[in-house]
């Protein structure tokens, strides 16, 4: 019953590495979004796509960037990690306007 | 900015009772509201969805939804050790899925 899977569990990188973060779903949903959830602040949009090779910012996307080449894969890149990165990151996806039906199981990450 | 708010908690309910928990949101656009439960180091999963004012059930949890209050609320009715997780509000932003979360309300069910 695989719907939406994200490439690690948990993740320890270097302040300065990159890092590439997989999130693949098999519903066939357009929409894919990125999301990073801190204590006390909830989940914070950083990209989204509705189709494939668009991207659209969300609500903190500095620091981040995404590649949708593929309708079922979105991944979400970090470009020169830093310690203030470290946090929960949700992959999600959906067809329609129906919310967020399907989140994966998320990436712990820690940059020391 | 756009804002969902909850309280963060923990409300404390004892077994068998009624959880009751509150989302107000800043903007008047959104038309869809979703409630989420997550366990501790789980992802999030959809419980409930509401888009009409008034009060929507689904088993024991009522979502409830006063556009002109801008207020969301959620009702678990016979509370149960299991119920115990964080709940998230969520209002959608658009159309497309894209959704303004909340902080979260912890909810702890004692026995």
């Known amino acids: 019953d695989v719907k939406v899977t994200q490439s690690s569990r948990y993740l320890v990188k270097r302040t300065g590495e990159k890092v590439f973060l997989e999130c693949v779903q098999d519903?066939?949903?357009?929409?894919m979004f990125w999301y990073r959830q801190d204590p006390g602040l909830g989940l914070r949009l950083i990209y989204f796509?509705?189709?494939?090779?668009?991207?659209e910012k969300g609500d903190i996307p500095e620091g981040y960037s995404v590649s949708r080449e593929k309708k079922e894969r979105f991944s979400l890149i970090l470009e020169s990690a830093s310690t203030n990165q470290t946090s929960m990151y949700l992959c999600?996806?959906?067809?329609?306007?129906?919310?967020?039906?399907?989140f994966g199981p998320g990436t712990r990450l820690l940059v020391l | 900015q756009k804002e969902v708010e909850q309280n963060s908690g923990p409300l404390s309910v004892p077994e068998g009772a009624i959880a009751s928990l509150n989302c107000t949101y800043s903007?008047?656009?959104?038309?869809?509201f979703f409630w989420y439960r997550q366990y501790s180091g789980k992802s999030p999963e959809l419980i409930m969805s509401?888009?009409?004012?008034g009060d929507k059930e689904d088993g024991r949890f009522t979502a409830q939804l006063n556009k002109a209050s801008q207020y969301v609320s959620l009702l678990i009715r016979d509370s149960q050790p299991s119920d115990s997780a964080t709940y998230l509000c969520?209002?959608?932003?658009?159309?497309?899925?894209?959704?303004?979360f909340g902080a979260g309300t912890q909810v702890v069910v004692t026995p």
């Open positions: 999600a996806s959906t067809r329609t306007s129906g919310g967020l039906g399907e």
């Open positions: 519903m066939d949903h357009e929409n």
């Open positions: 796509s509705y189709d494939v090779k668009m991207k």
């Open positions: 903007d008047r656009g959104s038309q869809s």
């Open positions: 509401i888009y009409s004012n």
């Open positions: 969520a209002a959608a932003v658009d159309s497309w899925g894209k959704l303004q």
